[in-house]
Every structure is written in C-alpha cells, then in structure tokens.
C-alpha cells in the first residue's frame, strides 16, 4: 500500500511539474509581445520568476518521490518492490527527465536575462520552442507504460 501511496504522490508531482515547464515558456511568449506595456511586462516577469521558484520545488518533491521509487527497495525491502530490476527503460527516461530539465532551467535563465534588459527570442521561436516538452514527455509516458526494454 506504501508503494502505491508514494507512486500517487509522484505522479502528482510531476502533473504540477510538467504544469510549470509548459507555461512558464508561455509567460515569456507574453513577456515577448508586450512590447512598449512596462506594467504588463513587469507582471509577467513577476508571475514568471515565482513559477520558474516554484517549479523547482515541484521538481525537487518529484524528484524524492521518483528516487524512492526506484531505489526504495534497498532500503525498505519489505515495503517496496524493485519495480525496474535489469530493465533498462528506466535509464532512457531518466535521461529525457533530464533533457527536461535542462530545458526548464534554460527557460529560467532566458528569464532571468529578460528581467536584466536583455533581449528574449522572438515570439514565434518562444511558441515553438514550447512544444518541446511535449514531444519529450510524450517519450517519458511510452517508455513508462510500455517499458519496451
């Protein structure tokens, strides 16, 4: 019961997570289009900087909850199954996880150049570049339900 307790509020987790790295590049396409609107830009910047904080917090509980999963099971043997054993499906998703990662902190760091004065990408690369997780977690979900290898 424990192991699925702890696989629920990962998967919450990472919903919330997910949440966060798909808007905060919509924020920066607004950000991007608010040419000449100093107060419409100074809110986005704001609503930007406390979901890019808050999303390393998601990512920090799901994280835990991730590596409890995976791992668990050499410290609470009892409690929880060794859920990957030699599969190596685990590894690419851990991989992509990463990828994701690095793309929400590259956002940040676009972010945060943007708060400085510096210039973003245009507004159409922004929109782009927004389906970029998509396709990544599109990878995550297959490779953890069908677990092909």
């Not at 991007?32 to 979901?51: D, I, P």
């Not at 060794?82 to 676009?110: E, Q």
């Amino acid at each position: 019961m424990i192991y699925l307790w702890i696989k629920t509020f990962h998967l919450v987790f990472v919903i919330a997570w997910m949440s966060a790295v798909f808007y905060l590049p919509r924020i920066m396409v607004n950000i991007a289009e608010a040419q000449g609107e100093a107060a419409v830009k100074a809110r986005l910047l704001l609503m930007g900087r406390r979901l890019y904080r808050f999303g390393h917090n998601l990512f920090g509980v799901a994280f835990l909850f991730g590596l409890t999963l995976w791992q668990g099971w050499r410290v609470f043997p009892s409690a929880l199954p060794n859920v990957v054993g030699p599969l190596h499906w685990i590894d690419v998703k851990l991989g992509l996880i990463a990828v994701l990662l690095v793309y929400f902190v590259w956002m940040g760091r676009l972010l945060k150049r943007c708060e400085k004065g510096g210039a973003l990408p245009s507004a159409r690369a922004l929109r782009l570049l927004n389906e970029l997780p998509v396709l990544v977690l599109l990878g995550v979900v297959f490779l953890v339900i069908a677990k092909p290898f």
